[in-house]
């Protein structure tokens, strides 16, 4: 059966990501430089999850997890277009983040691109691309050893060059890298082949995006990502689990269960010590409560072992 038209209101409210990368680390939640090497996970027993920043570079941080987001947002705006392509203004996307449109932003949204583009995700077992991913997920086939970027392309152009100033002032703009960080310019952006064919595949999770945005917190930010992204997940023991449970007041509600060190690595989070991961999420824990995405989180103490849970509202 067809699937129904969506209105134009609901297409500008929804973002739909990569469902499979969302359930990987991908952005650093804090800007400190302590750890600029690269990003590593086992998502799985045999399995690896690398980020690779480019030399002389960083790990995407949480701007680049802004970016990244509104860059989809666009994309699903745009009617999910068959080649990944999305453009936009520097300006258009900045607003849309919420961000002043200045020169220091113009230059961290450009350097915030090139990173996108340059970073490298290498996947031993952990990503899984492409139409037949579920059903080689289901056979127990693992799949290929894979290594993308999130943007295969990104081309900016810059305005002022066709402007008053002529095309002398922009030879002279090309000798002054920061002027040219800072001008405004015409962007097109191209989503990488995997990144594109799970979108495509519908291989996703759908956020809202008016929500996304209420978030004041990059780790809120994060947790929302992650927790859509895993429901009806299996899920397993060592990893996390969803469990079907009750609120007091008898509604049903879906239980997200992970330990809280795995949790952390799977955000990914650089703090280590229990107490110091509780007082890093329970901030952002009350900003999903408050948000609607969240009906209550909590920690819970077994052993020596710490867990977190989160309860969301049932399907109905």
Request: hydrophobic share 45%; charged share 25%.
């Amino acid at each position: 059966m067809p699937a129904r038209p969506r209105s134009r209101a609901a297409v500008r409210a929804a973002v739909v990501l990569d469902r499979a990368l969302e359930r990987l680390p991908l952005f650093r939640l804090s800007d400190s430089a302590a750890d600029e090497g690269a990003l590593q996970f086992a998502p799985a027993p045999g399995a690896r999850w690398r980020v690779l920043p480019a030399p002389g570079d960083r790990l995407p941080g949480t701007f680049d997890q802004d970016v990244y987001v509104g860059l989809l947002h666009r994309w699903t705006e745009g009617g999910r277009p068959a080649d990944g392509a999305v453009t936009f203004t520097l300006h258009a996307l900045l607003r849309d983040l919420g961000r002043k449109a200045d020169g220091r932003t113009y230059m961290q949204l450009r350097h915030a691109l090139a990173r996108l583009e340059r970073t490298t995700l290498e996947s031993s077992g952990a990503y899984a691309a492409g139409p037949a991913a579920a059903g080689r997920a289901a056979a127990g086939e693992a799949d290929a050893p894979t290594r993308f970027t999130l943007l295969s392309s990104v081309v900016i152009e810059r305005r002022r060059a066709a402007g008053r100033t002529g095309g002398d002032a922009a030879e002279q703009l090309a000798l002054f890298p920061e002027l040219a960080s800072s001008d405004p310019g015409d962007a097109r952006v191209v989503l990488a082949p995997p990144l594109r064919a799970n979108l495509l595949a519908g291989r996703v999770a759908t956020l809202d995006w008016a929500c996304y945005q209420r978030l004041g917190s990059p780790v809120a930010r994060r947790l929302y990502r992650l927790l859509t992204a895993l429901e009806g997940a299996p899920g397993a023991a060592e990893d996390g689990a969803w469990e079907d449970a009750r609120a007091d007041d008898g509604a049903p509600l879906r239980r997200w269960r992970a330990p809280l060190e795995r949790w952390a690595e799977r955000l990914p989070l650089a703090q280590r010590y229990p107490s110091h991961l509780q007082r890093v999420l329970t901030p952002a824990h009350e900003m999903l409560a408050a948000a609607g995405v969240l009906r209550s989180a909590a920690f819970v103490q077994e052993g020596r072992a710490w867990w977190v849970t989160y309860d969301r509202p049932a399907d109905p």
